[in-house]
C-alpha cells in the first residue's frame, strides 16, 4: 500500500515538473491602447475632478479651459449679428416703400406724359415727374445693393460666431472613449497650452497581449489562430486562450526585456494576442504564448 502511494505520489509531482518546464513560444507583456488628451487651447485649467483609476464614458466632460474671453468675444458677436438683423429689416423696409413711391411715380409720368401729348400741360411740369421717377429709380436699385451689402456682413458675422463656438468647445475636455484614467499630468488651476497632454485614457477590458516571435517562428503561426496565455496569477500559473490578431510585416531589434525562443535571433517580428477581458489581468504584466499544434 505504501508503495502505491508512493507511487501516485511521484507521477504527480513528474507531471507538475513537466507542465511547468514547458517551454513556451513567445514572450511579451500585456498592453492596451492608449489614448492621451491634450489641450486645444490656451488658459486655466478648471473644473478637473476625475481622479486616476476612475472610469469614464464616452463624451463625458473630464475639465474644462477657462471659457471667459471666448464667452465674451461669443456675446460680442451676437450683439452685432443682432444689430445687423435689424438694420436689414429695415433697409427691406425703406426698399418696400421706395417700390410704392416708384410705382406711383410711374403712373404720375404716364398720366402728365398723355397730357403733355394733348398740349394740356406744360413740358417743366413733366420734366419734373420723370426727374423725381429717375430719381426714386436709382434709389430703389442702391436699396437692392445695400441688401446685399448687409447681407454679406451677416454672412461674415455669422461665420466668425460659427468660429467663437469652436474655440468655446475647444475648452471642454471630454472622453473620445469608454475608458479608465491612468493618468494625469497637471492639475485643477494650471496653466495649460496648446497641445500639452492632460490626461491619459485606456479601455483595459480591450487588452491584449504584445509578444514577438523570431523569423523561423513566422511559419507556425497565422492570423486568428487559438493560442495559450500563461501569465502568473496570485494562485500560480493561469492560462487563457488566445488569438492571434496581429502579426507585423516588418522586423525589428529584439527588445533588451525580451528573451525569444531562439537567443541567436537579432531580429524579431511583433504579435498581438486579443483574449478576453479578466480584471486579473494589468497593463504591462508579463505573460507567454504557446502556439498550438496540429
Not at 123 to 149: A, F, W
Not at 230 to 252: M, N
Amino acid at each position: 500500500m505504501r508503495r502505491v502511494m508512493f507511487l501516485i505520489i511521484f507521477i504527480v509531482l513528474l507531471v507538475g515538473c513537466e507542465k511547468s518546464n514547458k517551454i513556451s513560444d513567445a514572450y511579451g507583456n500585456f498592453e492596451c491602447d492608449e489614448v492621451v488628451l491634450s489641450s486645444e487651447t490656451f488658459g486655466i485649467l478648471e473644473n478637473f475632478g476625475v481622479i486616476e483609476g476612475e472610469n469614464v464614458e464616452k463624451n463625458q466632460q473630464l475639465a474644462v479651459v477657462d471659457t471667459t474671453d471666448n464667452y465674451l468675444r461669443k456675446k460680442e458677436l451676437e450683439e452685432q449679428l443682432k444689430l445687423l438683423s435689424t438694420k436689414y429689416q429695415k433697409a427691406e423696409s425703406d426698399r418696400s416703400i421706395l417700390a410704392t413711391e416708384l410705382d406711383k411715380a410711374n403712373r404720375d409720368v404716364t398720366t402728365h406724359q398723355a397730357l403733355y401729348e394733348k398740349e394740356a400741360l406744360a413740358l417743366e411740369i413733366l420734366q419734373n415727374y420723370q426727374h423725381k421717377q429717375t430719381l426714386l429709380q436709382k434709389q430703389y436699385s442702391g436699396s437692392r445693393l445695400n441688401l446685399v451689402l448687409i447681407d454679406a456682413e451677416i454672412n461674415q458675422m455669422t461665420i466668425k460666431l460659427e468660429q467663437i463656438n469652436r474655440e468655446l468647445a475647444k475648452c471642454y475636455v471630454k472622453a473620445p472613449i469608454d475608458g479608465t484614467v491612468l493618468t494625469k499630468f497637471v492639475q485643477a488651476g494650471e496653466l495649460v497650452t496648446v497641445g500639452k497632454p492632460i490626461l491619459k485614457l485606456a479601455n483595459l477590458s480591450q487588452t491584449y497581449l504584445k509578444a514577438f516571435v523570431s523569423e523561423t517562428q513566422l511559419s507556425e503561426i497565422a492570423l486568428n489562430q487559438e493560442v495559450t496565455v500563461v501569465y502568473d496569477g496570485a494562485d500560480g500559473l493561469r492560462e487563457v486562450p488566445g488569438k492571434i490578431s496581429f502579426i507585423s510585416s516588418k522586423a525589428e531589434f529584439t527588445p533588451k526585456t525580451i528573451q525569444t525562443r531562439d537567443e541567436r535571433a537579432n531580429l524579431v517580428y511583433a504579435i498581438k494576442v486579443s483574449l478576453e477581458y479578466d480584471d486579473s489581468i494589468k497593463i504591462g504584466m508579463p505573460a507567454e504564448v504557446s502556439f498550438a499544434r496540429k
